[in-house]
């Protein structure tokens, strides 16, 4: 407990453009190797590159959504080194003047908010991918990959745990894909983080030797990575030895980091300006089109959930965890009858928190890929704002829903399942379970309060779910008060 962990994450974000940063080779996924990879991409004599503009407003984008300064005039250079996969032999990536700088996401852990400070984000190529599993003792390249956009963004190393660094890293994954900027495809690789980890005595100011861990792929690994990673820092300094900066790899099977390579800093690199493109220059007119474009941000309908919908701080977390559900709630409640709106917005926010997000978890699909549309869950709604249904009744409608049996008004006509809000019919339950429980009743008058649960469940199971418990509760309460 006398060492304190410091992290910073350089996230990798795939930008969902057709075409790639500086060639005209499409980006989709799943091609067959070296199919979708043009003359600029594996850099044959004479090639230039040519900027693609749309991954240019996607880097704005972000800029504008983390309340960053966004530079009018950015520079591309060349990052000089060797791999297999690389074959110009450099990167063109931005280093001295990034697009994007500064900017700030604020993340919740712990039970408290917390500011990450962002360094910058910049605009670069990918390289390819190394293939080792298919080949017996070679290995493949597949160029696909090779100058797909990539908006790098880095923050500072703002960061003190391995699950701050997770909400960060989620924080920033909600957020691309809010803006759509990047579809955040952990398993495709089009989201995934580098983790720089150091450690330093409690209340020293001074940043220790720094290990990066490339290519995290899932939050699951990012958090095993950091604690491991961590732990043997401490270890080796308490044993009395000095940390290399190295770049190391996470192997999920035994959980641990092994040393890839000693790491460079960016003099190895030898960056200078790449002479086959021009400075990158953003006027003000591209940047307030941009700006008009740009969708309400989560912070900002959180906060309007809130103050017109009065709705809670944690109801309107869960709805703007991701675009698609902000959405959803918003058509769901737009078609909802009945009820005054902060009580309908309420019961909404509930069965997609609720109910729709548990079948969601069960069926593992996401929410684009739901079999309830929003119309249907707004016909359940408004079956349970005008008292047809009970809560519990609700769920069996549900469960028609999800298994495609028709509107929610269909399945409970089919069903039967409409609720029982006669008060003569519930008076004649209440009636006949009072009768044939005496024992409880002398229990509940002489101050039991357990017994007279006891008699509204069988008045609900006399009625199979049926009776409006609200009155059932009244009814009963009545007659026992009244002996």
Not at 306 to 330: I, K, P, W, Y
Not at 344 to 357: F, V
Request: hydrophobic letters at 40%.
């Amino acid at each position: 407990m006398d060492w304190e962990i410091v992290i910073g994450l350089e996230t990798h974000a795939q930008l969902s453009t057709r075409s790639k940063i500086f060639s005209g080779a499409s980006t989709a996924f799943g091609a067959p190797p070296n199919t979708q990879a043009c003359a600029v991409d594996i850099a044959l004599p004479g090639v230039l590159p040519v900027l693609n503009i749309g991954a240019v407003d996607k880097a704005i984008r972000f800029g504008i959504a983390v309340g960053a300064n966004i530079n009018r005039r950015s520079v591309f250079a060349r990052k000089n080194y060797f791999y297999p996969d690389l074959p110009k032999g450099y990167q063109i990536s931005q280093y001295e003047i990034p697009v994007v700088e500064g900017g700030q996401v604020t993340i919740q852990a712990g039970g408290a908010e917390k500011i990450i400070h962002l360094t910058r984000a910049h605009l670069e190529e990918d390289a390819g991918k190394s293939l080792h599993e298919d080949f017996h003792g070679m290995t493949g390249i597949d160029l696909n990959r090779a100058g797909t956009p990539l908006l790098e963004i880095v923050s500072e190393p703002d960061m003190r745990s391995a699950e701050e660094a997770v909400e960060y890293a989620k924080a920033l994954h909600a957020l691309v894909r809010w803006i759509d900027i990047c579809d955040g495809s952990m398993q495709e690789g089009s989201f995934r983080c580098d983790a720089n980890v150091s450690v330093r005595k409690k209340g020293s100011d001074q940043l220790g030797t720094r290990r990066e861990i490339k290519n995290l792929n899932s939050f699951r690994f990012l958090q095993q990575a950091i604690e491991y990673e961590a732990g043997w820092q401490i270890e080796q300094l308490e044993d009395g030895q000095q940390i290399q900066q190295a770049t190391v790899l996470f192997d999920p099977d035994s959980g641990q980091t092994r040393l890839m390579r000693t790491k460079e800093d960016a003099h190895d690199y030898r960056y200078f300006p790449d002479p086959d493109l021009l400075p990158l220059e953003i006027d003000d007119a591209w940047l307030e089109r941009t700006r008009e474009a740009m969708p309400e941000l989560p912070a900002a309908r959180s906060h309007r959930y809130q103050t017109e919908l009065g709705l809670s701080g944690q109801d309107t977390v869960l709805l703007v965890s991701d675009r698609d559900t902000a959405d959803f709630f918003e058509a769901t409640l737009a078609e909802v009858a009945g009820g005054d709106r902060p009580a309908a917005a309420k019961l909404t926010a509930n069965w997609i928190n609720g109910e729709l997000a548990a079948a969601l978890n069960r069926a593992e699909v996401e929410l684009a890929a739901c079999p309830v549309s929003a119309p249907a869950l707004a016909g359940l709604i408004s079956r349970v704002i005008d008292k047809t249904l009970s809560s519990k009744l609700a769920k069996d409608v549900f469960d028609g829903l999800w298994k495609g049996e028709g509107s929610a008004d269909e399945i409970i006509d089919r069903r039967g399942l409409r609720q029982i809000s006669d008060s003569g019919a519930i008076e004649k339950l209440v009636d006949e379970v009072i009768a044939a429980n005496e024992r409880q009743v002398a229990d509940y008058l002489g101050g039991k309060q357990k017994a007279f649960n006891s008699l509204v469940g069988q008045i609900m199971k006399a009625s199979k779910g049926k009776a409006n418990p609200a009155q059932v509760n009244e009814i009963l309460k009545q007659k026992l008060d009244s002996r």
